[in-house]
């Protein structure tokens, strides 16, 4: 009869039975879950793929599994982590379209990287008469949540069906801002896009924090800028200011992270301080 069970059916095994009697029954093993951050702002070019990639290497070089999902079809963090997406036999359209199990389409790096290559530009499309298509990325993810502590995806620069699948899936979002007056614009825009999901698939969805980005620090303007944020974001924008360097243009070329390319670097500090403020328990 199986350790500790309470409903033994022979007589004959009342003695071993007794043994057992009174004691607690076993605590279910307790599962990880991972915290799932997406990098949303329909802006091009303010960071997302820079911050999406930088950060998880600062969470696996603090000592945490992270995973990196590539939900763009431009490839950018796949190809910054030195693969050529033009080699992949499975990316993340066939997890989204076809099911493909997502742990198919991971390959090792610095962290772990669920590959997206030019295909996935059709996934939209192919998605569009799919039955719980808002949802597919969420339940790609559900089989894996628990081999990581940080899953952070990756979206492109539209608030279309791949950022939605994105930011349903997510329980956080980090929006980079170029620390520029029209670039915070677009920030409205995302809110109201988030309002939505919220009110329709996603009702826990909050934003993590809003992170300066591309802050030239020399500028008026920049300093104008953040205050701007500050105004109208309060504490929800990081304290975390990333820089401009050449540093961010010349690591992915490379194949690596800022923290690898100089891991002494300012670039590199910047982010492993965003991962302090994060694992801190974000900008609240
Ligand atoms: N702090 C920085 N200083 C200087 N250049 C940067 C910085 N961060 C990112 N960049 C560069 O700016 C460009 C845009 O960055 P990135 O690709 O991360 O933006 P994105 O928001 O993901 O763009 P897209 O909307 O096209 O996906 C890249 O060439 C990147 O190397
Ligand atoms: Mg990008």
Redesign the pocket.
């Known amino acids: 009869m199986p350790i500790g069970c309470r409903n033994p059916p022979a007589p004959c095994e009342y003695v071993r039975v007794d043994l057992y009697i009174g004691q607690p029954e076993p605590e279910p093993a307790a599962t990880a879950t991972a915290k799932v951050i997406a990098f949303a702002n329909q802006k091009?070019?303010?960071?997302?793929?820079?911050t999406t990639l930088n950060l998880a290497a600062a969470f696996v070089e603090a000592g945490h599994r992270a995973l990196c999902v590539d939900m763009?079809p431009?490839g950018?963090l796949t190809m910054s982590q030195g693969i050529d997406p033009d080699t992949l036999e499975s990316s993340m359209y066939d997890v989204l379209v076809h099911k493909v199990p997502i742990r198919d389409v991971i390959r090792k790096r610095e962290m772990d990287v669920a590959c997206a290559s030019i295909d996935l530009a059709g996934a939209e499309i192919a998605m569009s008469t799919m039955i719980g298509r808002e949802r597919s990325l969420q339940k790609a993810l559900e089989p894996i949540l628990g081999d990581y502590e940080f899953i952070c995806i990756d979206t492109?620069?539209s608030l279309g069906l791949l950022t939605i699948n994105a930011l349903t899936a997510a329980h956080k979002v980090i929006v980079?801002v170029q620390c520029e007056y029209l670039s915070m614009r677009g920030l409205i825009q995302l809110q109201n896009t988030l309002a939505m999901i919220r009110e329709n698939l996603n009702p826990g969805v909050e934003i993590e924090g809003i992170l300066p980005?591309?802050v030239d620090a020399r500028t008026v303007h920049a300093k104008e800028a953040i205050e701007i944020l500050e105004e109208n974001f309060g504490d929800r924008v990081f304290a975390s200011r990333?820089?401009?360097?050449?540093r961010?243009?010349e690591a992915?070329v490379k194949g690596m992270s800022v923290l690898k390319y100089e891991p002494d670097g300012n670039a590199a500090r910047a982010y492993r301080e965003l991962a302090q403020e994060v694992l801190a328990g974000g900008t609240t």
């Open positions: 091009g070019g303010v960071a997302k793929t820079t763009d431009q950018n492109p620069p980079p980005t591309l990333i820089r401009k360097t050449i961010f243009a992915p």
